[in-house]
């Protein structure tokens, strides 16, 4: 058995018994016995000085001995962390973590490549893994395409079920997700082959994400962007119409007055600008006079003075109260469709799906990671601790080779995790 079939397909923890002295890199050093020549009756003894000595090797002894108990002897976790060290285990994680599809699987695998913490856990994995290789090599496989959409939305779902709104852009995320996870449980589930079940049972979290769920979002918010869309409803769609209607008034009415203005020569040019949040039109400051309405504000050399035409302060005054009612209406589509995210199970549908689709991408990597290797499935065995070397028990990797050493000579890793590498920055409405 090759090290590209053990760590490609298995991910089996190799676990190094080591002696705790070894195992904590520390030599227990002894103290010599010294035997020094007397001079005479005026020095010691030799007894004296053999006493002295074996009396010094065992303070001596005893310091070392209450300065392992202080240090302790190295657990079980420090065994495996100090072997995973050694076989380079993060740099590995790093190559499997090239074959992942998005950002969830990258998340999965990091720092490292998770390991089955009993052999039932470990057996798990490896079929995973295995189904995974089955999908690829007779049916297919994942095409990267299948993950399209997928963002993790964890912490959108967790704010939502916190009292907080979501916004147009992350409710969008959501949808997208919830079309990844629709479109992933058809695919496994496509094959009439037993040997998917280990898939099969690790995307069954999918179906919990109910459908009209993705069908209400894309209904009323703008995928890819965010906006919230006049069908959303038919009071939005009706303030929308009428503000536009007013703008577009609004509009003519000042691009008159302010060709009126320059043709008369109280203005440099026909132009419309926003002043406090209002329409008007620049004039030059001795001609204000020359038309009735308010002056909003003036430029910094005082020469010229922007203007609301009296005619246009009632449409000005509609504009902003559409304005406020168009925000209320949108808070609450928003509301309403941050609700059905959240459900009657505080989103927790959503959330199992979305760490259901990060372990179906990282199986997928697995397999992938395997199949660069040229790697087959590992036979797991369990072997007893008093197993000796010589024993039958034993695990015996003969010409094993590490794939980090492999790796010049494979074809380059790919980049993975591109989809949702551009996630949202604002999840929630403010």
Do not use: Y
Request: charged share 25%; aromatic share 2%.
């Amino acid at each position: 058995m090759t090290a590209s079939a053990v760590t490609g397909a298995a991910h089996v923890s190799w676990r190094l018994r080591i002696s705790s002295n070894a195992a904590s890199g520390r030599r227990v050093a002894r103290p010599a016995t010294s035997f020094r020549r007397g001079t005479g009756g005026r020095n010691r003894s030799l007894g004296a000085t053999l006493t002295d000595d074996v009396s010094r090797r065992e303070q001596l002894e005893g310091e070392d001995d209450e300065e392992r108990e202080e240090e302790g002897e190295p657990t079980a976790e420090d065994l495996d962390a100090e072997a995973r060290d050694l076989l380079q285990w993060p740099e590995l994680s790093a190559q499997v973590r090239a074959f992942t599809a998005t950002t969830l699987g990258v998340c999965a695998c990091t720092p490292t490549l998770p390991l089955g913490a009993t052999p039932e856990e470990s057996a798990t994995l490896l079929a995973e893994t295995t189904a995974a290789a089955t999908l690829r090599d007779v049916h297919g496989g994942f095409p990267r395409d299948v993950f399209e959409g997928t963002k993790d939305v964890r912490p959108w779902i967790a704010g939502a079920a916190r009292g907080r709104v979501l916004s147009g852009s992350s409710l969008a995320d959501v949808a997208t997700t919830a079309a990844a996870c629709a479109k992933v449980h058809a695919l496994i589930h496509a094959p009439n082959d037993e040997a998917l079940e280990p898939l099969r049972r690790l995307a069954a979290p999918l179906v919990a994400v109910p459908e009209e769920l993705e069908r209400e979002i894309r209904r009323c918010v703008m995928i890819p962007g965010g906006n919230v869309l006049d069908d959303a409803s038919e009071k939005l769609a009706a303030i929308r119409a009428e503000r536009r209607e007013t703008e577009r008034t609004l509009r003519a009415l000042l691009q008159q007055k302010a060709q009126h203005m320059q043709k008369k020569n109280f203005a440099e040019r026909a132009q419309i600008v926003i002043r406090l949040g209002r329409e008007c039109i620049p004039i030059k400051a001795g001609a204000q006079s020359e038309m009735d309405g308010v002056v909003l504000d003036s430029s910094s050399t005082g020469q010229t003075v922007f203007k609301e035409p009296a005619e246009a302060v009632p449409l000005n005054n509609r504009i902003l109260e559409l304005a406020t009612e168009e925000d209320a209406e949108v808070e609450r589509v928003l509301s309403a469709l941050t609700a059905m995210v959240v459900g009657d199970d505080g989103g927790a549908s959503i959330l199992n799906a979305t760490e259901a689709m990060a372990a179906l991408d990282l199986a997928s990597a697995r397999a992938s990671h395997a199949m660069w290797l040229g790697a087959r499935p590992a036979e797991l065995v369990v072997v007893s601790s008093e197993a000796g070397v010589g024993s039958e028990s034993a695990v015996h990797l003969p010409g094993m080779q590490h794939p980090l050493l492999l790796e010049r000579h494979l074809p380059k890793l790919p980049r993975g995790g591109k989809v949702g590498e551009e996630e949202t920055v604002r999840g929630f409405d403010e």
